[in-house]
C-alpha cells in the first residue's frame, strides 16, 4: 500500500453506540490488520461521554473483545491498532462543542474525511449542519447515512434534503447492510456470467420468486425504536427492496456505479402500485405473542412496556408483481418477521416445472428445478434438480438433489458485510449505497401498503413467538396454488 492509499479520518458520530462497537469497530478493526486501512489513518469516535483517550482505548479493547468471533481478538494486532483511536467529546444540541473536533482535524486538513453518522436519523441534518458551519467538510469529505431513513416519502425527503445542503449526492452513501454480503453480491456475478442461467431468467421459465427474512429474536429492550418503525419500514421497504432489485434487474452496461443503480432505480418504477383492493388481498401483517424461542418461554410483543395498544406489525407478508416484459405475471412473494422459528434469510427462484412428465412418480409431477440463495445463519447457493434414485424398480422414479454452487473458501477468516462496505466508502466507491431515486422509490411503492394499514384494510394477525408466522400468510401464497419454501 502506497503512503496515501486508503488515507483517510473515519469520523463516527455515536461512538459508543451499539451499532459502532458491534459492527463498526470490528470492521475497521479487521481492515486495518488486513492491510486495507492505510495504517495512518485515524479512527476518531464522537460521544457525549466524559473519557480520556486511554479510557475510551480500554472500552473498545472490551467492546472488541465481546463482539468479535472467537480467537479473533489478538492482543498483539490491538496493540497496534489502538494507535489509531482517537475520542471526542461532542454535544449534538451545542454546535460550539464542534471545536474540539475542528482543533483535531486540522492537524491533517487536506485528508480525506468519512463521516459515519451512527446516529438517530434525527441528528442527520444538525450534524452536517455543524460540519459546514465549523468548514469541516471537503470536497474528499463522503458522509454514511445508517437506515431508517425516515418513515415515509415525506420525512425522507426532509432528512435527505437536509444533508444535501451540505453534502453533494456524490458524496452521500446511504448503507444497507445486507448488499455488503459477499453472497448477495454474488447474485450479479451468477446472472451475468453464466450463459446456462440467462435465457432462462424471465417470465417463460420461471414460475414465481420467494424472499424471506425470518428472524428468531424478539425487539429486546428495542421496544421504543421499533414501534416506530415494524418490519415493514425496518426491512421490507429497504432490505428486501435491495434483494428483489438484484434478481429482477436487467443486466447493466458495466459495473459502474450508476449503470447498477440505474437499473435497481428501473425495477422499482416498474413495481404494480398497491391499490386500496391489492392492500387487503396481498398483504399481511401480524405481531407476535408469547411463546417459546430457543426452548424458553419468550414474552409477546405487547408485553413490553408500555406496548399494549400498539399496532405495530412484527411480521409483514407481501405479494410484489412487476410490470415489465421480463417478469410480468412472475409474483414476488417476500416476509419477513421476528421471533420465527429459526433465523433464516434466503431467495428461492422457482423454475416452472416441464410441460409434462414421462415419469410415473406415482402419479405425482415432481419436476421443479429451484435455485436456493442461503444469505444467513450460513450464505450458500444451491441449484435443485431432478435425478434418478438408485436401484432396481420396474420403473424409473426420482428425487430432488441438490448441486452446490458455493465458491471454495481460501481465506481464513470470512469477513462481514461492513468491512466490505466501510471499504467502499474509504476507496469512494458507490455501487453497493444507495441513491436517492433508489430510496424515494422504494418509499412510494411502500407508502401505498402503509397507508392501507393505518386506515386498518387489513387486520393485524398474531403469530406465537418460535412459530414461521400467522397462517394469513400461507393463504396469502396458497391462494395462487403456491407454498412457501419451509426446508430446515
Not at 476518531?44 to 465481546?66: C, G, P, Q
Request: net charge negative.
Amino acid at each position: 500500500m502506497s503512503e496515501t492509499e486508503n488515507l483517510c479520518d473515519v469520523i463516527i458520530f455515536g461512538g459508543h453506540g451499539d451499532l459502532a462497537f458491534r459492527k463498526l469497530m470490528p470492521a475497521l478493526y479487521h481492515l486495518y490488520n488486513d492491510a486495507y486501512l492505510n495504517h495512518e489513518s485515524r479512527v476518531i469516535s464522537i460521544t457525549r461521554d466524559d473519557m480520556t483517550r486511554e479510557e475510551h482505548i480500554d472500552l473498545v479493547a472490551l467492546k472488541l473483545e465481546e463482539f468479535l468471533a472467537q480467537g479473533q481478538f489478538e492482543q498483539a494486532k490491538f496493540d497496534r491498532f489502538k494507535s489509531q483511536l482517537e475520542i471526542v467529546k461532542i454535544d449534538f444540541n451545542d454546535d460550539a462543542s464542534y471545536q474540539n473536533l475542528e482543533d483535531m482535524l486540522r492537524q491533517f486538513p487536506d485528508r480525506e474525511r468519512v463521516n459515519y453518522l451512527s446516529t438517530s436519523p434525527s441528528f442527520f441534518g444538525a450534524i452536517c449542519k455543524s460540519l459546514s458551519q465549523w468548514e469541516l467538510i471537503t470536497e474528499q469529505s463522503r458522509v454514511v447515512l445508517e437506515k431508517p431513513i425516515g418513515r415515509n416519502l415525506k420525512s425522507s425527503r426532509v432528512i435527505n434534503e437536509e444533508v444535501l445542503k451540505y453534502f453533494q449526492e456524490s458524496q452521500i452513501y446511504r448503507i444497507d447492510h445486507y448488499l455488503g454480503k459477499d453472497t448477495v453480491q454474488n447474485i450479479m456475478a451468477l446472472r451475468f456470467s453464466n450463459r446456462i442461467f440467462m435465457p432462462l431468467w424471465d417470465a417463460n421459465n420461471i414460475d414465481h420468486v420467494q424472499i424471506t427474512v425470518a428472524e428468531s429474536v424478539g425487539v429486546e429492550g428495542r421496544w421504543g425504536y421499533y414501534d416506530d418503525y415494524g418490519a415493514m419500514r425496518d426491512m421490507i421497504q429497504n432490505h428486501l427492496m435491495q434483494l428483489l432489485c438484484l434478481v429482477a434487474m436487467e443486466p447493466p452496461c458495466s459495473l459502474d456505479a450508476d449503470s447498477v443503480r440505474d437499473e435497481k432505480v428501473k425495477v422499482l418504477r416498474s413495481l404494480r402500485p398497491i391499490t386500496q383492493e391489492g392492500v387487503s388481498q396481498r398483504t399481511v401483517r401480524a405481531q407476535y405473542t408469547a411463546g417459546s424461542s430457543a426452548g424458553k418461554p419468550v414474552p409477546g410483543y405487547k408485553e413490553g412496556e408500555g406496548m399494549q395498544e400498539s399496532s405495530t406489525e412484527t411480521y409483514a407478508a407481501i405479494r410484489v408483481d412487476i410490470d415489465n416484459w421480463r417478469w410480468n405475471g412472475v409474483p414476488f412473494y417476500i416476509r419477513s418477521g421476528k421471533r420465527m422459528r429459526r433465523r433464516n434469510s434466503e431467495i428461492i427462484i422457482h423454475f416452472k416445472p416441464v410441460p409434462y412428465s414421462i415419469f410415473a412418480n406415482k402419479g405425482r409431477c415432481i419436476s421443479e428445478n429451484k435455485l436456493v440463495i442461503s444469505l444467513q445463519p450460513n450464505e450458500s447457493i444451491e441449484l435443485k434438480l431432478m435425478n434418478k434414485i438408485p436401484g432396481l424398480t420396474e420403473q424409473m422414479r426420482l428425487q430432488q438433489v441438490d448441486l452446490e454452487l458455493n465458491a471454495p473458501m481460501n481465506m481464513s477468516r470470512k469477513s462481514d458485510a461492513y468491512e466490505r462496505l466501510m471499504l467502499d466508502v474509504i476507496r469512494s466507491n458507490p455501487t453497493l449505497f444507495m441513491r436517492l431515486d433508489e430510496v424515494e422509490a422504494a418509499w412510494k411503492w411502500a407508502d401505498a401498503v402503509l397507508d392501507g394499514w393505518a386506515d386498518n384494510l387489513v387486520p393485524m394477525k398474531s403469530y406465537s413467538a418460535g412459530t414461521d408466522g400467522p397462517s394469513s400468510a400461507i393463504a396469502l401464497i396458497e391462494r395462487d396454488g403456491r407454498s412457501w419454501h419451509d426446508e430446515f
